[in-house]
């Protein structure tokens, strides 16, 4: 049964650290997608590539917030510095080209003391 | 921009009652919609989902209908059971060329079944 995958799955730092989240896409998917979850703004999209190009970042603090995508098996979302209000949960979600389902990894919960 | 709009809870209902989680939407072009459901502490499970108006997309008991005329694509189920407690995305996505857009969700409710 083929899933996405997200490492770590938590995270824990202290305000002004570099953190780095990883999402391995289902085999043969060829868009990633980068969300947050808070409790008060929701689910919102924060970035998304498709066969490895940046399509859309507009949703992402541009000064402190990064996306990759350095292979196909491999996206990264990058923090640096963290501050308190990046704490969330961050959700990957991969899906295939011609189809408009995604599918969702476990997601990282990231604490920024 | 794109928004949805959906009823925030928590709903709390009995077994065996009937469930309605209304869901509308706004959208500049031709959106697909969907309901993903999300148990605690995991990610979202897709529910159901309807690619164009009159589609029902169905799913574990579970249905909604494209309504285009109403923009609305409510979440529906005659019997809901304890284990149906989770809470409930309604959500919408564009498809441009070469794929579909990063997906806009509605606030999310909370549904607690009782025994």
């Known amino acids: 049964d083929a899933r996405v995958t997200q490492t770590p799955r938590h995270k824990v730092t202290e305000m002004g650290q570099e953190v780095t989240m990883r999402c391995q896409p289902i085999?043969?998917?060829?868009?990633v997608f980068w969300y947050r979850q808070t409790m008060m703004q929701g689910l919102e999209l924060l970035a998304y590539?498709?066969?490895?190009?940046?399509?859309?970042d507009s949703g992402m603090p541009k000064d402190r917030f990064s996306a990759e995508m350095p292979d196909a098996t491999l996206a990264t979302l990058k923090i640096q510095p963290s501050e308190p209000r990046d704490s969330a949960v961050y959700f990957c979600?991969?899906?295939?080209?011609?189809?408009?389902?995604?599918?969702f990894g476990p997601g990282t919960r990231l604490t920024v003391l | 921009g794109d928004s949805v709009t959906q009823m925030e809870g928590p709903v709390t209902l009995s077994e065996e009652a009937f469930l309605t989680i209304n869901c509308t939407y706004t959208?500049?072009?031709?959106?697909?919609l969907f309901w993903y459901v999300q148990y605690p502490g995991e990610g979202l499970q897709l529910l159901l989902k309807?690619?164009?108006?009159?589609d029902k997309g169905s799913n574990k008991g579970f249905e909604a209908t494209y309504r285009k005329e109403t923009t609305s694509f409510h979440l529906e189920k005659g019997s809901v059971q304890v284990s149906d407690s989770a809470v409930y995305f309604c959500?919408?996505?564009?498809?441009?060329?070469?794929?579909?857009?990063?997906?806009?969700f509605g606030k999310g409710t909370h549904l607690i079944i009782q025994p």
């Open positions: 979600a991969s899906g295939r080209g011609g189809e408009n389902t995604q599918y």
């Open positions: 309807a690619t164009k108006a009159d």
């Open positions: 085999l043969g998917h060829n868009t």
């Open positions: 959500a919408l996505s564009i498809y441009s060329g070469g794929g579909a857009d990063g997906l806009t």
């Open positions: 590539f498709r066969n490895r190009a940046p399509l859309d």
């Open positions: 959208a500049t072009g031709y959106p697909s």
